[in-house]
């Protein structure tokens, strides 16, 4: 069975500064990462995903994640945060030999950017 | 990227009634979903929509409480039946289209449902 973990439910960061969001996942097979922002009442907005190749995958909004096998990692980043960045972003993982599955999504993590 | 739409957006309900969601989507897609996400919670799949037959339901979802349809590739809806104050959540439609598996997944922007 595939999972998703989020470790924190919350990060603090000052705007300017650089941020990380942590996600790690188990599947079985090989991994489809995918990172998701939702705004306060909004949708789910898709950022970016790692699908294969280059483990630097670079999104919307200047978020990039790095994709890690050893270390079953996907994290998400960004050089230099903004306060409109607060929002809950989600991790979530496809098993590429699963096909037509849905994504399962970690928990979440509270991103609060401080001027 | 493929639009979403949801209707109705919001709704209070009363317990014991049931209420049906529906899901448009602007394009034809191959897989169609519904998910849960309860107050303060992350996003639970309730169901795979199958065009045509049966809707595939995870662990702890059964058909009679939730009936879902898809008649085509561009539309499906859940209901919400007898509910209760614990079906108090949004509900979301969500997509994949023909890229296959590798396929970004987006979502409608939800109905967020009160039972009272």
């Known amino acids: 069975a595939q999972s998703v973990a989020q470790p924190e439910d919350q990060v603090n960061v000052a705007e300017g500064n650089p941020l990380t969001v942590k996600c790690t996942y188990s599947v079985s097979g090989n991994p489809y990462l995918f990172w998701y922002v939702q705004y306060p009442n909004r949708g789910l907005q898709f950022l970016l995903k790692y699908i294969t190749g280059d483990n630097l995958v670079k999104g919307s909004y200047g978020f990039e994640a790095e994709f890690n096998k050893s270390q079953t990692s996907f994290h998400l980043k960004k050089p230099s945060a903004l306060v409109s960045d607060s929002a809950l972003y989600f991790c979530a993982v496809r098993d590429m030999s699963q096909a037509g599955t849905a994504l399962i999504f970690g928990k979440g993590t509270t991103l609060s950017v401080s001027s | 990227s493929a639009v979403i739409s949801q209707k109705p957006s919001r709704d209070i309900c009363q317990r014991g009634t049931s209420l049906t969601i529906q899901c448009q989507v602007d394009s034809q897609v191959t897989m169609m979903f519904w998910y849960r996400q309860q107050p303060g919670q992350s996003l639970t799949l309730i169901a795979t929509?199958?065009?045509?037959?049966?809707?595939?339901?995870e662990s702890g979802f059964v058909i009679d409480k939730f009936p879902i349809s898809r008649p085509n590739l561009t539309f499906s809806t859940l209901t919400v039946s007898n509910m209760s104050p614990e079906d108090s959540s949004i509900y979301l439609c969500?997509?994949?289209?023909?890229?296959?598996?590798?396929?970004?997944?987006?979502f409608g922007p939800g109905t967020r449902l009160t039972v009272l």
């Open positions: 969500s997509v994949y289209g023909r890229g296959g598996v590798t396929d970004t997944q987006y």
């Open positions: 929509a199958n065009q045509g037959s049966e809707a595939t339901y």
